[in-house]
């Protein structure tokens, strides 16, 4: 079952076209790694998706929610209920945390189930602690972001996406902030979400996380997808001579 879909997204800055015609769709349970350069689209593609800016053309859609629609060549977005309603869909975690730094841990985490959802505090608190112990986090409930490590606070912001139990998580480049001990905290918890089959959709640098975590990779590079496949494939065999560039730049950068 498609959790959501995108049909042939544009999206320009002034003069300049970032996203150029991107089609994608995932499913439950997949996890959708997308790579590339700076400057390839990929942190605007995902900014779309979570409607952090919208798109100027193409369709996008959360399983029966029809989010945009694509109406003679521009991007027509639904009702603020609409739109309401599509972000309980997905979760987004970001590069650098954005925690509220004079909430407490467990704070950070309920607020939007309190807030938002209106749930008992009680029972927002009980998911809470559940989540933190779910992410290694027990017995920092009390503290504040600054007494947490970096991959701490990211375990704490992953704990605070997965709260409003949705369907697909987002992460952008959930570990660049952070030092390979750090790093390969965060992307363990991540492997044991994709592990439980949560939906995700994760760009990252991290090359051979993408090929062992995700089911499909997305290269794009100048607001193109220029190749899409099995992770394996896409990192070990590349068709297409940008990826091929991309990725030897990498592995010897």
């Keep these: 079952m ?5 049909e042939h997204g544009k999206k320009s800055f002034g003069q300049t076209m970032v996203l150029k015609d991107i089609s994608l769709t995932v499913n439950e349970g997949d996890v959708l790694a997308i790579i ?11 900014r779309c998706l979570t409607l952090l800016e919208t798109l100027d053309a193409g369709a996008l859609s959360y399983g029966d929610i029809a989010v945009a629609r694509e109406e003679a060549g ?3 977005y639904g009702s603020k209920d609409v739109l309401r309603q599509a972000k309980t869909r997905f979760g987004l975690v970001f590069q650098n945390f954005n925690l509220f730094p004079h909430y407490t841990v467990l704070k950070n985490v309920i607020d939007p189930l309190v807030v938002v959802e209106k749930m008992p505090k009680a029972e927002a608190e009980a998911r809470g602690r559940e989540l933190l112990a779910k992410m290694g986090l027990s017995g920092k409930e009390d503290m504040v972001p ?5 991959g701490q606070q990211q ?4 704990a605070r996406a997965l709260a409003m139990n949705p369907s697909v998580l987002y992460f952008d480049e959930p570990t660049s902030a952070l030092d390979p001990e750090l790093t390969r905290e965060v992307l363990r918890v991540i492997r044991e979400l994709a592990a439980e089959h949560m939906t995700m959709v994760i760009v990252t640098h991290e090359m051979t996380f993408a090929r062992d975590v995700a089911d499909q990779i997305i290269f794009m590079d100048g607001g193109s997808v220029v ?5 394996s494939e896409v990192i070990d065999r590349p068709q297409h001579e940008r990826t091929k560039a991309f990725l030897t730049n990498y592995q010897h950068g």
């Design 74 to 76: 521009r991007a027509v």
């Design 36 to 46: 590339g350069p700076s400057g390839g689209g990929k942190s605007t593609l995902l």
């Design 227 to 231: 190749e899409r496949g099995v992770a």
């Design 146 to 150: 600054c007494e947490l490590s970096g």
């Design 155 to 158: 375990r704490v912001a992953i």
């Design 2 to 6: 498609a959790v959501v879909t995108l």
